[in-house]
């Protein structure tokens, strides 16, 4: 990260907002995945002209949110129940609600005005976290009557090495958030953005895509 420069961020910046909005025909919000940026990164990212932020750790988010309170943070990593206290002062989004003591956690802290979204496992990959498809209505209605929101839906589809590979996992979350009235689709990384642009995700989550 010690080589990253603003005129470089803004650059990719740009390139990647093109490229969401062609596949897409419409505004896709780019969120800046910031695990690995340090000070100067961030700075850099900042400058460049990134608005959306997004962290995987709570104790970076912290660290990052007090440093850029100019950026809108977003959490998106897997999230402990114990720390959803902490987190929700900092963040616009939870994007990976995913277990019922989170939503536990949720009920007692957050406020009326608290969007989250609910992380499913599309794939149904063993070990690996998210709500399977069939108990998703279940999950939501264990979440309904709380004081805040399910705005929408994420996923990680299983690793790949072509994009394409992810296509039928964002549009079986597309469908999945259709039928249920959820307007929010949080899909796509650094290696198919484009791809869940097209399949209808509302934010991308690019992380080294903005760096290099």
Request: aromatic fraction near 6%; avoid cysteine; charge should be neutral.
């Given at each position: 990260m010690e080589d990253v420069t603003a005129e470089r961020v803004a650059r990719n910046l740009a390139e990647v907002r093109e490229e969401v909005a062609t596949a897409a025909g419409r505004d896709v919000r780019v969120l800046a995945a910031v695990k690995y940026a340090d000070a100067a990164g961030l700075d850099a990212l900042v400058a460049g002209g990134v608005t959306i932020a997004g962290e995987n750790r709570a104790q970076e988010l912290e660290l990052k949110a007090a440093a850029h309170p100019d950026l809108e943070w977003h959490f998106i990593g897997q999230l402990q129940?114990?720390?959803?206290?902490?987190?929700?002062?900092?963040?616009?989004?939870?994007?990976?609600?995913?277990?019922?003591?989170?939503?536990?956690?949720?009920?007692?802290?957050?406020?009326?005005?608290?969007?989250?979204?609910?992380?499913?496992?599309?794939?149904?990959?063993?070990?690996?976290?998210?709500?399977?498809?069939?108990?998703?209505?279940?999950?939501?209605?264990?979440?309904?009557?709380?004081?805040?929101?399910?705005?929408?839906?994420?996923?990680?589809?299983?690793?790949?090495?072509?994009?394409?590979?992810?296509?039928?996992?964002?549009?079986?979350?597309?469908e999945l958030a259709a039928e249920r009235g959820l307007p929010e689709l949080s899909m796509?990384?650094?290696?198919?953005?484009?791809v869940a642009a097209q399949e209808g995700a509302t934010i991308v989550r690019v992380g080294s895509r903005l760096f290099r």
């Open positions: 129940s114990r720390k959803v206290k902490r987190v929700l002062p900092l963040v616009r989004w939870i994007h990976s609600v995913a277990s019922d003591s989170v939503l536990e956690q949720l009920g007692k802290h957050a406020s009326p005005d608290t969007e989250v979204l609910v992380e499913v496992n599309v794939a149904r990959e063993p070990g690996k976290s998210g709500v399977d498809p069939a108990e998703l209505d279940a999950f939501l209605d264990r979440g309904a009557g709380g004081p805040f929101s399910v705005v929408g839906l994420m996923t990680m589809p299983p690793a790949a090495a072509d994009p394409q590979d992810s296509r039928r996992w964002f549009s079986a979350l597309r796509g990384t650094t290696q198919d953005y484009v």
